[in-house]
């Protein structure tokens, strides 16, 4: 399977166009040793032909246009790119699929609730349904084993299969509450593995610490990328961008007692990725002490651009 990350930012990316952090003030200024970030997007393709994309970024138009293996073929057949997994209903995570509503069908696959605060709240989604076939949604249940095949015919083995567990996110702000209390809580924000063979890719991009389910499989996955946002939970607070906590919007805290750091499991086999980093995060800093940390730690931090393969 190969794997490419198009983009490594959490919401707004790096820098943030209206944020005088030091983080982005010293990346504008040319200051600070950072690579700029786009908004969290990767792709993952199990032949090097077909491609399916986690989450749909609001970046997603650069993204693609960035990625060769993304352009559709000179011989008019159809796009590689076959289906997007939908890890919530953030606008982080959804808002690309508008770039992708040039009358294209494809997959969408994502819970009956991420499905329902996209298409009961908000009807700008409908564009999907212009193409001939319209998009096509598949449910996917928020603890369950789905095994997806590239081909129509689909008597044979999967060619991979996708398993999700719930990561204890909250449905985005813009749901209303008579929505919200029809919708299940363990089905608002999800983590995927990707298995093809004895491989494993796990993608977990928000990860809220209130179940500790994600622990096993970050063990044996060979590939994690996983919650990167904040360094401290007072960190948007801080940096003046916000009054609530990380865990307070959903994102486990890389340092501190019982941060990701403290409870990734020391014995984990595979690369350990830190995706979704929000530009407030000292890590960015590729000269401070928070950066060395993490590497020091056995972590990887994702950039635009990285490339894998299990
Ligand atoms: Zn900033």
Redesign the pocket.
Known sequence: MRVKVLGSAAGGGF??WN???P??SGLRRGSLKARPRTQTQVIFSPDSKIWFLLCASPDLRQQVLSARELAPPEDSSPSPIAGVFLPSADVDSVMGLLHLREFQSFFVFATRGVQCALQKENRIFRVLERSNPPVKWQTLSSKGRLGCHLTEDSSGPADFICTTLPLGGCYPDYVSEETLSALPPDEATIGFVMEQGDKRLFFAPSLSGSSGAWRSIAETSDIVFIDGTFWSDDELMR?GRSRKSACEIGHLPLSGPGGLLEQFPANAKGRKILIHIN??NPILDEKSAEHRVVLDAGFEIAYDGMELEL
Do not use: S
């Open positions: 820098p943030q944020c005088q952090c983080n982005c940096t530009n407030t």
